[in-house]
């Protein structure tokens, strides 16, 4: 039976631009309420919200809670792993932020081609395989955007894996750049339980544009959170899928619709397809707002946050003033830093988990709101 978990990747901020204002306060209350219904799985990793989600932990969780009564999955940082020395602090100032003794299911986190450094010419396995043996780990496993013929040759070579993070979502099921269902099936293949990462494609499918709504709402009358949460109960395999809700009223949602739904049914299947259609030829960016590039940009520009303007400026599909328009130019005005900022040094690039060509892509936002019309 598949279950859901609180990922807290996207903790609600007092300020959306510093990743480390978390308001903790409103994190306890979402805590709360997952105890309350029997959602004990909280997942963090080193990076989210650099470190305070694993302080979250600790505060909301840890701190709060009988040790035998929630399970925490964490994951370490391949993608920061520059030498050997760096691999035992990490691990243990996880242990620290968290307030664990050890950890329910630990991933390596984000294994693939753009990480290899800090997984192949650094064994990060075996050192994860050291800290299983010494029983600061229950449950090893991997987080992946790799690709599926890279990702079996990563699971051939590591048989140890108990169990895998993909990202899988609709949207994402035949896309060429994620090929969420070739990984499903090379999961599957190695006979492992699929934890799922980006469901909703970082709230891209909680706000598909209205024509693919109204075909939702037609069919059954349900919102496009609970079709793209419904899409997973009928995946054999999938054991956790992770709610990255950002607010109580999301993650109140969330649990609601795992407490009810059943499967996409053959009638809704053919409803999906038609709605993928629709959005890919209404989004702009597939941007998950993971927020990886953040700490690679020299010039702090908020790239998720710009990607986010361009996505609904152009779902909303007019070619004169929008209010998403305006955001834009206010949020200029103000002194952030925005596209035309990017200086095209391409350190988010090999970051990116979406594989995306983000200096590119800041261009076009660039082109489609810095316009003299818009007073620049």
């Not at 963090?44 to 305070?52: I, Q, R, T, V």
């Not at 792993?81 to 996880?94: A, K, M, V």
């Not at 709402?217 to 419904?230: F, I, K, Y």
């Not at 990255?244 to 499967?263: D, M, R, V």
């Amino acid at each position: 039976m598949t279950r859901i978990a609180f990922g807290m990747m996207r903790l609600p901020l007092f300020d959306e631009e510093d990743q480390t204002s978390v308001d903790f306060k409103h994190v306890d209350r979402m805590v709360e309420l997952c105890m309350e219904k029997g959602v004990n799985f909280f997942d963090s990793a080193y990076p989210y919200h650099f470190g305070e989600s694993e302080k979250a932990i600790k505060r909301a969780v840890v701190e709060r809670y009988p040790r035998d009564s929630y399970i925490v999955s964490d994951k370490f940082p391949t993608m920061i792993i520059q030498e050997e020395s760096q691999l035992q602090p990490i691990f243990d100032e996880q242990l620290e932020r968290t307030g664990l003794d050890y950890f329910d299911y630990y991933m390596v986190h984000n294994v693939s081609e753009f990480s290899q450094h800090g997984w192949k010419d650094i064994d990060s396995f075996s050192f994860c395989k050291r800290m299983k043996d010494e029983g600061k780990i229950k449950k090893l496993g991997l987080s992946s955007h790799a690709q599926p013929k890279e990702l079996d040759e990563i699971l051939n070579d590591h048989p140890e894996m108990e169990f895998i993070l993909l990202q899988l979502n609709y949207l994402d099921w035949e896309n060429e750049s994620i090929q969420s269902k070739g990984v499903y099936e090379v999961a599957r293949k190695h006979n492992l339980p699929i934890f799922v990462m980006e469901p909703l494609k970082g709230g891209i499918l909680a706000n598909v544009p209205p024509e693919a709504e109204k075909l939702m709402r037609d069919c059954n009358g349900q919102s496009p959170v609970v079709w793209a949460l419904r899409y997973f109960m009928g995946l054999e395999g999938v054991e956790v899928v992770l709610s990255g809700a950002s607010t109580y009223e999301q993650l109140e949602e969330n649990i609601g619709i795992f407490e009810t739904a059943e499967p996409l049914n053959d009638e809704e299947m053919e409803v999906i397809k038609q709605v993928v259609e629709i959005i890919n030829n209404n989004i702009a960016v597939d941007c998950t707002k993971c927020n990886y590039c953040l700490d690679y940009c020299p010039t702090d520009i908020n790239i998720p946050k710009l990607f986010e303007f361009y996505n609904s400026d152009n779902i909303i599909g007019v070619e004169d003033w929008t209010p998403v328009g305006n955001a834009y130019i206010n949020y200029a005005r103000t002194g952030h830093p925005i596209a035309s900022d990017c200086i095209e040094c391409e350190a988010c690039v090999n970051e990116c988990p979406q594989h995306l060509p983000i200096p590119d892509l800041l261009q076009d936002v660039a082109k489609h709101f810095e316009t003299p019309n818009n007073g620049f």
